[in-house]
């Protein structure tokens, strides 16, 4: 099946570290001239999407493979957008070269995160049925953030700006505006038939394995049936809170009693003091976007046909 597989690749210009030219020269030692289609440069801006279409269906028309070089951001986009065009051009088979900060979504499903390791996973690997979750209709392929992790992001990204990758001023950013800025809020939470309200400065949603493989909580499994995990923050201090966060980053998040999480497929969050027509800040994969309340959350099964390492489904 690999020697049959042609490629279009699309790499993202601004993801990672990584040199693009040492990234080409990757892709030429292992893949052969004639299975190479195209391989484009795109540079994030207000064609972004429309690039992105175009490239799918350009693979769809050529029957190739679509081998995308990015983070999660990147995987997020590519998979939102193959599912939206899926009734009009056909599934489209997605391999990926992770090139984030964190790249969670190639370390959920396996796929290697060093350069060589995946294009040889595109080559070698086999095309799995992967599900795509959703808040209202912007995609995510790792986790959803509302509360007070958007401004946490934003602060971020300017510190960053100023000092380059240190994590350990990102770290204080994030606790500083933990500090200044956490505001507990009223929400609604709506799963199935249960209703309740609460009080609350921080809500996760997330879809990723990865990201909570720290965390002692059987609930994870449930990922793999097509679950989210919803977490909200609930202490009533601003010392407590950071603490139950520091608590969770290095311990077991069942002993956090600060921490709320469960599982769930479908999931309605409404912030009641808030008009219909106010927007709210969610962070989606590491972009803030503003969307209308109330927030839906609900999980597209194999939404799309991601290649995997062979082992990955043997292990299944």
Same mark, same amino acid.
């Given at each position: 099946?690999?020697?049959?597989?042609?490629?279009?690749? $699309?790499?993202?210009? %601004?993801? &990672?570290?990584?040199?693009?030219?040492?990234? @080409?020269?990757?892709? +030429?030692?292992?893949?052969? =001239?004639?299975?190479?289609?195209?391989?484009?440069?795109?540079?994030?801006?207000?064609?972004?999407?429309?690039?992105?279409?175009?490239?799918?269906?350009?693979?769809?028309?050529?029957?190739? $493979?679509?081998?995308? %070089?990015? &983070?999660?951001?990147?995987?997020?986009?590519? @998979?939102?957008?193959? +599912?939206?065009?899926?009734? =009009?051009?056909?599934?489209?088979?997605?391999?990926?070269?992770?090139?984030?900060?964190?790249?969670?979504?190639?370390?959920?499903?396996?796929?290697?995160?060093?350069?060589?390791?995946?294009?040889?996973?595109?080559?070698?690997?086999?095309?799995?049925?992967?599900?795509?979750?959703?808040?209202?209709?912007?995609?995510?392929?790792?986790?959803?953030?509302?509360?007070?992790?958007?401004?946490?992001?934003?602060?971020?990204?300017?510190?960053?700006?100023?000092?380059?990758?240190?994590?350990?001023?990102?770290?204080?950013?994030?606790?500083?505006?933990?500090?200044?800025?956490?505001?507990?809020?009223?929400?609604?939470?709506?799963?199935?038939?249960?209703?309740?309200?609460?009080?609350?400065?921080?809500?996760?949603?997330?879809?990723?394995?990865?990201?909570?493989?720290?965390?002692?909580?059987?609930?994870?499994?449930?990922?793999?049936?097509?679950?989210?995990?919803?977490?909200?923050?609930?202490?009533?201090?601003?010392?407590?809170?950071?603490?139950?966060?520091?608590?969770?980053?290095?311990?077991?998040?069942?002993?956090?009693?600060?921490?709320?999480?469960?599982?769930?497929?479908?999931?309605?969050?409404?912030?009641?003091?808030?008009?219909?027509?106010?927007?709210?800040?969610?962070?989606?994969?590491?972009?803030?976007?503003?969307?209308?309340?109330?927030?839906?959350?609900?999980?597209?099964?194999?939404?799309?046909?991601?290649?995997?390492?062979?082992?990955?489904?043997?292990?299944?």
């Amino acid at each position: 099946m690999s020697d049959r597989r042609r490629f279009i690749i $699309v790499i993202n210009a %601004a993801a &990672g570290n990584q040199k693009n030219e040492h990234l @080409l020269e990757c892709i +030429s030692r292992h893949i052969p =001239t004639e299975s190479l289609l195209k391989t484009d440069q795109l540079h994030p801006g207000p064609d972004f999407e429309q690039d992105v279409d175009r490239a799918i269906r350009d693979a769809a028309a050529e029957k190739a $493979v679509l081998l995308i %070089a990015g &983070g999660d951001g990147t995987v997020n986009t590519f @998979l939102g957008r193959m +599912s939206v065009l899926n009734s =009009t051009v056909g599934k489209t088979t997605l391999a990926i070269i992770p090139r984030g900060t964190f790249n969670y979504f190639a370390r959920d499903h396996g796929i290697p995160t060093e350069a060589n390791e995946a294009i040889i996973n595109a080559l070698e690997g086999v095309a799995q049925p992967v599900p795509l979750c959703w808040v209202n209709r912007e995609p995510f392929c790792v986790s959803a953030s509302l509360g007070v992790y958007p401004k946490i992001m934003k602060a971020r990204e300017r510190i960053l700006a100023k000092t380059g990758r240190s994590r350990f001023a990102a770290v204080l950013t994030s606790i500083w505006v933990f500090l200044t800025n956490q505001k507990r809020s009223l929400i609604s939470i709506e799963h199935g038939t249960q209703v309740r309200q609460m009080k609350t400065p921080l809500v996760v949603v997330t879809c990723s394995q990865t990201q909570i493989e720290t965390f002692d909580m059987p609930e994870a499994s449930h990922l793999d049936k097509g679950f989210m995990i919803l977490f909200a923050m609930r202490g009533r201090t601003s010392i407590r809170m950071l603490f139950a966060l520091l608590k969770s980053a290095f311990g077991g998040i069942r002993n956090v009693e600060e921490i709320s999480y469960e599982p769930v497929q479908k999931l309605q969050i409404t912030y009641p003091r808030i008009r219909r027509r106010k927007t709210i800040e969610v962070a989606v994969d590491g972009e803030i976007r503003r969307l209308q309340n109330p927030l839906i959350f609900r999980v597209e099964h194999e939404a799309a046909q991601v290649i995997v390492p062979a082992k990955s489904r043997e292990d299944e």
